[in-house]
C-alpha cells in the first residue's frame, strides 16, 4: 500500500497531542464501525489486535440481525471476529480532537485466517490476482453527496421531510454557489489532506446542493480506504456545522442522483501505465483492451456490488448522466464506462455505473475480477459506441432492480470462481435482505395514491 507522509508511526501517539485511536473495521455496507481506545491502552495491547461481534458482516443498514447467513446467526451464538489493526494506515483525524484513527483486517476468532467476505478482504485478494502478474491496480474513485440545511437529528425528527439543500440552485462548476458551503467544504479538503487522504478538489455538481470530492489515484485497497475515510469525515465534519450531507443516490424523484465513479487502470513495476500503447488506437493497450471486455461480458453479474440497495437503481434514467446501458465509448457520459485519457500516458477507464451509495471495496474487487476474466481469456476490446447510448435498443440494459441484480450475481460463475461460492451467497443473502425490507415497506407514494382513490 502506498503510505502517505501524514501517516503516524506508534511512536507519534507515545510523544504526540493523541488521546483517542479509534480501531476501526469496515462493514457491508462500507462503515466504520469499531471502538475507541485511549492511547495507553492502544499502545500496550490494542495495536495488536482487539475484538468484535461477527454480526458486524451480516446486518443491514439499520444494524438489524436478518436470518439466512451461513456464516453466523442465533444458532451458532454471534461469536467474535478479531480486528488486527493495519498499522501502514494509522493517521490522525484532525477534525476530531487528540483522535487518530488505524484500519483493521477481519480474522477469524480461532484460526486467525482472513474472513474471506470481509469487503477489504474481498479486495486485497483480487489485488492478489493481479500482483501475481507482476501488476498493480491503481484505481480513484469520485464522491458525490447532497449537503442540506438541516441537521441530521433535526431532519429526523421532521421525518425525512421538506428536505431543504444548502444552496438554490444548480450549482455545476458553479464558484458563487459553491462558496456558500465552503464553512462545510473547505475543512472537508484540509482535514482530509491532513489526514494523509490525497484530495484533489471540491466542485458543486449538477444539481442543486450537490456536491463532488475527488481524490488523487492509489492503489486499490488504498483507494478503498480513503473513499470509506472520505465519507465519515464529510457526514462529520458537516455534522459539527449544523449540516446533514447525504450519499443517498436518489433522494427526490424529480433531482439527479449522486454517483461514485471509479477510475481505473493497472501499474507495471516500474510505475509505468500497463493500459498505455503509444503505437496503439486511442493508446490503448491490448492488456486494456481485454480488461474492457471483461467489463462488458460481466456487468450485469456484478451490478449488485456496485448498486446494494433498491434506491440504487433510481439513478438509472436517461438524460441525467448516470447511465443505463452496458457499453463504453470514448469521454462520453452517457455510456456505463467512458474512456479518459484518449492518446495520453494517463488513459484509463471509468465506470460510471455504481452510485454514492457504494461500498467501494466491493465494487473494487467486483471491477477488477470481471477485468481479469477478461484478460486471462484474451477477449479482444468490443468496439466503442458513439452518440447517445440512451436510445440504442441493441445495447444491454444494466440490470434495472435490485431483484434483477441479484439473480445475476446468484447466477455468476466467474464471481463464484474469483471469490467462492461462500462470498457469492453471503451478500446475494445480503440482496435479499434489502429487498425483503422494502417489498414488507408501506410507502409514502402508495398511501397517497391510495388513500382516497382505491
Known amino acids: 500500500m502506498l503510505r502517505g507522509k501524514t501517516m503516524l508511526k506508534l511512536d507519534d501517539l507515545k510523544f504526540g497531542p493523541y488521546d483517542t485511536v479509534l480501531v476501526a473495521m469496515v462493514d457491508m455496507q462500507g462503515r466504520l464501525m469499531g471502538k475507541r481506545f485511549t492511547v495507553s491502552n492502544f499502545l500496550e495491547a490494542g495495536h495488536e489486535e482487539t475484538h468484535c461481534c461477527n454480526y458486524l458482516l451480516a446486518t443491514d443498514l439499520e444494524m438489524a440481525t436478518p436470518d439466512g447467513y451461513a456464516s453466523t446467526s442465533w444458532e451458532q451464538g454471534y461469536g467474535d471476529y478479531v480486528m488486527k489493526p493495519d498499522l501502514t494506515t494509522l493517521r490522525p483525524l484532525p477534525w476530531l480532537d487528540g483522535t487518530a484513527l488505524v484500519l483493521c483486517d477481519v480474522l477469524d476468532h480461532h484460526t486467525h ?68 458551503e465552503e464553512h462545510v467544504m473547505r475543512p472537508i479538503r484540509n482535514h482530509l489532506v491532513a489526514a494523509g487522504v490525497p484530495v484533489e478538489n471540491s466542485k458543486g455538481e449538477a444539481e442543486t446542493g450537490q456536491e463532488e470530492l475527488n481524490i488523487r489515484y492509489a492503489d486499490a485497497v488504498a483507494c478503498a480506504d480513503h473513499h470509506t475515510i472520505a465519507k465519515q469525515a464529510v457526514k462529520e465534519i458537516a455534522d459539527q456545522r449544523g449540516h446533514a450531507a447525504s450519499f443517498l443516490p436518489k433522494w427526490r424523484a424529480d433531482k439527479v442522483g449522486s454517483a461514485s465513479h471509479i477510475h481505473q487502470s493497472m501499474a507495471r513495476e516500474d510505475g509505468s501505465n500497463a493500459f498505455h500503447d503509444p503505437d496503439a488506437p486511442r493508446a490503448m493497450s491490448d492488456l486494456m483492451g481485454s480488461y474492457v471486455a471483461g467489463l462488458m461480458r460481466h456487468t450485469g453479474e456484478m451490478t449488485a456490488f456496485l448498486a446494494p440497495y433498491v434506491n440504487s437503481y433510481k439513478r438509472f434514467l436517461p438524460g441525467t448522466f448516470a447511465p443505463t446501458k452496458i457499453a463504453w465509448s470514448v469521454d462520453n457520459r452517457t455510456a456505463g464506462y467512458r474512456l479518459v485519457g484518449e492518446d495520453t500516458r494517463g488513459v484509463r477507464i471509468e465506470c460510471r455505473i455504481p452510485g454514492s451509495d457504494v461500498n467501494p471495496y466491493l465494487a473494487c474487487a467486483a471491477q477488477l475480477a470481471a477485468g481479469l476474466k477478461g484478460i486471462e481469456e484474451g477477449l479482444p476490446a468490443p468496439d466503442p459506441v458513439t452518440g447517445d447510448v440512451y436510445g440504442m435498443g441493441d445495447v444491454d440494459d444494466i440490470p434495472r432492480t435490485l431483484r434483477d441484480a441479484t439473480e445475476t450475481l446468484r447466477g455468476s460463475a466467474m464471481l463464484r470462481d474469483a471469490m467462492g461460492d461462500d462470498v457469492i451467497d453471503h451478500y446475494v443473502r445480503a440482496a435479499e435482505v434489502e429487498q425483503e425490507a422494502f417489498d414488507a415497506a408501506v410507502t409514502d407514494w402508495e398511501v397517497a395514491r391510495g388513500f382516497e382513490r382505491a
Open 113 to 180: 485466517a482472513p474472513v474471506p467476505h470481509s469487503p477489504r478482504e474481498m479486495l486485497k485478494a483480487q489485488v492478489a490476482r493481479v500482483a501475481e502478474m507482476g501488476l498493480t491496480p491503481m484505481m480513484a474513485t469520485e464522491l458525490e453527496f447532497f449537503v442540506f440545511r438541516a441537521s441530521y437529528d433535526d431532519i429526523r425528527r421532521g421525518g425525512f421531510r421538506d428536505l431543504a439543500p444548502l444552496v438554490g440552485y444548480n450549482q455545476d462548476y458553479n464558484l458563487f454557489q459553491s462558496a456558500r
